[in-house]
């Protein structure tokens, strides 16, 4: 089973930039889409970005302009360049997987989901 880790969370001040990664481990030949969601306290878990494995994305109104997400195919692995931070992107950052293709050629549907990383956006 694949599994997912975060990293990259941190404490920066408004107006600064952050880079999350995240990696998928496993016998995987690819994956079909990978992507961001965040969750604050007291609040629902929601979407961030999405990308395809063949380039396509998706972002959250809230950050378009702003954050930027990309996937390396070959290391299984996506990223979210975070711009022009604000204190309301403070979450906690998950990545999640969807669409595994195995070596030997298994699938598994998903979603699959990271432990999480902590962004905190505050002077």
């Known amino acids: 089973q694949v599994q997912l880790v975060e990293s990259g969370g941190d404490l920066v001040q408004p107006g600064g930039s952050l880079r999350l990664s995240c990696v998928a481990s496993g016998s995987i030949s690819s994956i079909n889409a990978m992507g961001w969601h965040r969750q604050a306290p007291g609040k629902e878990r929601e979407l961030v970005a999405t990308?395809?494995?063949?380039?396509?994305?998706n972002y959250a109104d809230s950050v378009k302009g702003r954050f930027t997400i990309s996937r390396d195919n070959a290391k299984n692995a996506v990223y979210l360049q975070m711009n022009s931070l604000k204190p309301e992107d403070t979450s906690v950052y998950y990545c999640?997987?969807?669409?595994?293709?195995?070596?030997?050629?298994?699938?598994?549907?998903?979603?699959?989901w990271g432990q999480g990383t902590q962004v905190t956006v505050s002077s």
């Open positions: 999640n997987a969807e669409g595994i293709n195995y070596v030997g050629g298994y699938h598994q549907r998903g979603p699959y």
């Open positions: 990308r395809t494995y063949g380039g396509s994305t």
